[in-house]
């Protein structure tokens, strides 16, 4: 059975500070990643996308992917009380979009003011 | 960028009745839609897979004679959860890919049986 793991939380990070979050996956053929954040009662919305080993960066966001380890993770630099909301981290294992995603349970974060 | 709408955003019935559930998709057309549950504390699982104009594909545990779906245009799927217990009550929410292939989300629907 196809697992995403994440910490759920809550995790505390101060305003200005980098939060980072961290999600791995058990099936070694996945092939895309992604990133959404969840507002409490709301639907999730898109952060980022990542399909090969290494960083990408948009904005205050990099994502950073590890297949090897099976591994990817989201960094807020800067980070704003507006970040505060849960975080889900998605796998895909087809190699052509997004198509089938397998949800982490999500990782609540907390920008302190 | 492309937006999709669901509706109702919230509703309450009793155990027992139907109750139906809109996807669309305002400025593109969705071949493929997606149906996901979100029990609280919990994350998106994915029901089934909508296709325009053919039978809607479910996941392992999900019971197609309860959780009826029909995509029966480019830009509308429905979600009929059919004699609904407490047990259902969940949030719904459904997705759709545009052309390049970008997932966008509805806005979800709160169900209460009661």
């Known amino acids: 059975q196809k697992e995403v793991e994440q910490n759920s939380g809550p995790l505390s990070v101060p305003e200005g500070a980098i939060a980072s979050l961290n999600c791995t996956y058990s099936d070694r053929g996945s092939q895309s990643f992604f990133w959404y954040r969840q507002y409490s009662g709301k639907s999730p919305e898109l952060i980022m996308f990542i399909y090969s080993n290494g960083d990408k960066e948009d904005g205050r966001f990099t994502a950073q992917l590890n297949k090897a380890s099976q591994y990817v993770s989201l960094l807020i630099r800067d980070s704003q009380p507006s970040d505060s909301a849960t975080y889900l981290c998605?796998?895909?294992?087809?190699?052509?979009?997004?198509?089938?995603?397998?949800f982490g349970t999500g990782t609540r974060l907390t920008i302190i003011p | 960028g492309a937006v999709v709408s669901q509706h109702p955003s919230w509703v309450i019935c009793k155990s027992g009745t139907s109750v139906k559930i809109e996807c669309r998709s305002l400025d593109f057309q969705a071949t493929t839609m997606f149906w996901y549950r979100q029990f609280p504390k919990q994350s998106l699982m994915l029901m089934a897979t909508?296709?325009?104009?053919?039978?809607?594909?479910?996941e392992q545990g999900v019971e197609k004679d309860k959780f009826l779906i029909n995509h029966a245009s480019l830009t509308l799927s429905t979600l009929t959860v059919t004699s609904a217990h407490p047990e259902d009550s969940s949030f719904y929410i459904c997705s759709a890919r545009d052309a390049t292939g970008e997932l966008f989300f509805g806005e979800g629907s709160r169900l209460t049986v009661l």
């Open positions: 909508s296709n325009e104009g053919s039978k809607a594909t479910y």
């Open positions: 998605a796998v895909n294992s087809s190699p052509f979009g997004n198509e089938k995603l397998t």
